[in-house]
């Protein structure tokens, strides 16, 4: 089974500009979460997506957003970038039940300048 | 609330060496642990999980064990090799309510030859 990509690999956005990311989670899977890395606050929880609903949101502002389509492909979008939105975001896969086995995607560099 | 605390790093040893690397857990309700690796330039790699208390988990040597009266999910390894250098993560994740991994912050290990 393929596993989980994310596109693109790697960003280099411009301070005030918008961004998209995308997830294809592995064959089967329904929930899709987005989680961001940096040096300072280590792996934060963003949101996650189960048949195309939001069931749970971390603590993040409004410009952070996601969506999940039919296909359990999901898309995370960040507006208005910041200098500290620079990280390494990683979204992950599981059945959406409660064995929740996360198997996580190669990431999506962001450096915004 | 749920945290996850893990030993600074680096942890540099030498190769066939033990490794520990302690994990210590605060969380309601019943969590399910995790112990994921990164390594360079990569995604989150699940390396072994356990769901209730006393489970042991354990791939490529790893291994670690759910001790619900110490809250503790240890890592360890009998004979480590220059290839398990990288940064090891312990996670938990509430099995009642929300779908988030919780994450430590982090353990770089360092195996030299």
């Known amino acids: 089974k393929a596993g989980v990509t994310q596109t693109p690999r790697y960003l280099i956005k411009t301070r005030g500009q918008q961004v998209t990311l995308s997830c294809s989670p592995i064959s089967g899977h329904r929930s899709v979460s987005w989680y961001q890395q940096t040096p300072g606050q280590g792996l934060q929880f963003l949101f996650e997506y189960f048949s195309e609903t939001q069931r749970n949101k971390g603590n993040f502002p409004g410009r952070f957003s996601g969506r999940q389509f039919s296909n359990s492909r999901s898309e995370m979008n960040v507006s208005t970038l910041e200098l500290g939105d620079s990280a390494l975001y990683l979204c992950?896969?599981?059945?959406?039940?409660?064995?929740?086995?996360?198997?996580f995607g190669p990431g999506t560099r962001l450096t915004v300048t | 609330g749920n945290s996850v605390t893990q030993m600074e790093g680096p942890v540099t040893l030498s190769e066939e060496a033990f490794l520990t690397i302690n994990c210590t857990y605060t969380a309601t309700g019943y969590p399910s642990l995790f112990w994921y690796v990164q390594y360079p330039g990569e995604g989150l790699q699940l390396l072994l999980k356990?769901?209730?208390?006393?489970d042991k988990g354990s791939n490529k040597g790893f291994e670690a064990t759910y001790r619900k009266e110490t809250t503790s999910f240890h890592l360890e390894k009998g004979s480590v090799q220059v290839s398990d250098s990288a940064v090891y993560f312990c996670a938990l994740i509430r099995m009642d309510s929300s779908y988030k991994l919780i994450f430590g912050s982090g353990t770089r290990l360092l195996v030299r030859p």
């Open positions: 356990a769901t209730k208390a006393d």
């Open positions: 992950a896969s599981s059945l959406g039940d409660k064995a929740n086995e996360q198997y």
